[in-house]
């Protein structure tokens, strides 16, 4: 499902962000992805999700090399990605459902496929009685669960989140790692940046580890591994 193989990062700042990373994951996997500020975390993200291109190496995602994508390429790459930030990133004039219904519009799916769907994420994530209100209504836990909404929608092949409870409390922070594991349950792929030890170490989920962008762990059922 994805491999690196040999990647490397140098950003035009000459910072090493990666050095040498070979690693592949499987269809079905959940893999945190931790390590220290400055480990490599985020461009390792941002490699998947074709934000950044590796200075060296080799990398392919679902049948895709990324390295030879050309820029008309990546939109519709990125449509087979769920995404999730920190920050969530909502639309602030749009509804609950029409956040997450935007994502499929610009698949252009039918309106039918659209309200059926649409529904159906918004359940899952247990926001239905929240279908009508906008995200500055919502705590940030329910900004996050509709953003998951969002991300899921198109059934994705790959979910990917970076720091998605970074702002938030341990209680919500749990509760959004439940709903990432149902959905791994499901089936999808799920890839998540974390400093959230008691997430990691509750989960025991597939563990890379970074420190100054080696890898330098990868645990099956691993553990947080460090003190933050
Ligand atoms: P993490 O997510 O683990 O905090 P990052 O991947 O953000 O790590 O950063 C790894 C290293 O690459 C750090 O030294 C960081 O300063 C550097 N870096 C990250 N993004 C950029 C960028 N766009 N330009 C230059 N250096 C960067
Ligand atoms: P995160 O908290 O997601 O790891 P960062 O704070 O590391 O994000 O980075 C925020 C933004 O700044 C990102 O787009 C990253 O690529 C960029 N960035 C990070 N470090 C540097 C750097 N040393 N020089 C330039 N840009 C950087």
């Known amino acids: 499902m994805i491999y690196m193989g040999n990647v490397s990062k140098i950003y035009e700042t000459g910072a090493v962000a ?5 690693v592949e994951i499987k269809s079905g996997e959940f893999v945190f992805v931790v390590g220290p500020s400055g480990a490599g975390k985020s461009t390792f993200i941002k490699l998947i999700t074709r934000e950044e291109l590796p200075t060296n190496g080799q990398i392919a995602i679902g049948g895709h090399n990324l390295l030879s994508l050309n820029p008309a390429q990546v939109p519709y790459y990125r449509r087979q990605l769920g995404i999730v930030f920190q920050d969530y990133r909502l639309l602030p004039n749009k509804t609950v459902f029409e956040n997450v219904a935007f ?15 649409v529904i159906h994420v918004v359940d899952l994530v247990g926001l239905r009685q929240k279908m009508n209100r906008y995200p500055q209504e919502l705590s940030g836990g329910e900004q996050q669960r509709v953003a998951i909404a969002r991300a899921i929608v198109n059934d ?27 959905i791994n349950r499901s089936g999808t792929t799920i890839i998540m940046a974390s400093h959230d030890k008691s997430v990691v170490d509750k989960l025991r989920r597939r563990v890379l580890a970074f420190e100054k962008g080696r890898l330098v762990r990868d645990q099956v059922r691993g553990v947080y591994g460090y003190e933050n």
């Open 18 to 22: 990666l050095s040498n990373i070979s």
């Open 103 to 117: 994502a499929m519009e610009v698949i252009e799916a039918t309106r039918s496929e659209i309200m059926h769907r």
């Open 156 to 182: 994705p092949v790959v979910l990917v989140a970076d720091e998605p409870t970074g702002n938030l409390d341990p209680d919500t922070s749990w509760e959004i790692a439940r709903i990432l594991e149902d």
